[in-house]
């Protein structure tokens, strides 16, 4: 009965001290001379003594896992020769070239969509050759159609 309350007074000491049982704080169990149970967190050098191992909770799991994550050292990176950092230098270089190409298109593509949209938007009748190089008057729902193509166009190359 002794040991049980021992144990539960340990539990809440540990709750309300706001102390988590995560791998950083050991707590060691030792019987003194006069055969009072008592519970430290330094193992006594003197007297003989156990760790003290609680189950842990998903919060105090995750603690520790945060801890572990955080204690893991990145891989250092291998040192480059001469000729691989060359090789590397001219990699970025193309990733860039190829980046602002890409934003180049974008920028292009994204004009080119907004004034087909303000085309067909501020126009009533719409006129527009056709393959034999015939012009024919566009219908309503072609129109639309091609709104719709427009909006899509700004919204997948225009930022913001």
Request: hydrophobic residues 35%; aromatic residues 2%; proline residues 4%.
């Amino acid at each position: 009965m002794l040991r049980k309350t021992n144990l539960l007074l340990l539990a809440s000491t540990i709750a309300a001290s706001g102390l988590s049982v995560n791998g950083s704080a050991e707590i060691y169990r030792w019987v003194d001379s006069g055969g009072v149970v008592n519970y430290t967190q330094q193992r006594p050098s003197d007297i003989d003594s156990n760790l003290v191992t609680t189950p842990l909770t998903p919060r105090s799991a995750q603690r520790l896992a945060e801890k572990n994550l955080a204690v893991k050292k990145a891989p250092e990176k291998p040192k480059l020769t001469a000729e691989q950092q060359k090789m590397l230098d001219s990699l970025k270089e193309k990733e860039a070239a190829r980046l602002a190409e890409i934003n180049r298109i974008k920028t292009s593509n994204c004009e080119r969509a907004q004034k087909v949209l303000e085309r067909l938007s501020a126009q009533g009748r719409i006129r527009v050759k056709a393959a034999d190089g015939e012009e024919r008057a566009l219908p309503e729902d072609e129109r639309q159609q091609r709104i719709s193509e427009a909006q899509k166009g700004i919204a997948t190359n225009c930022a913001g």
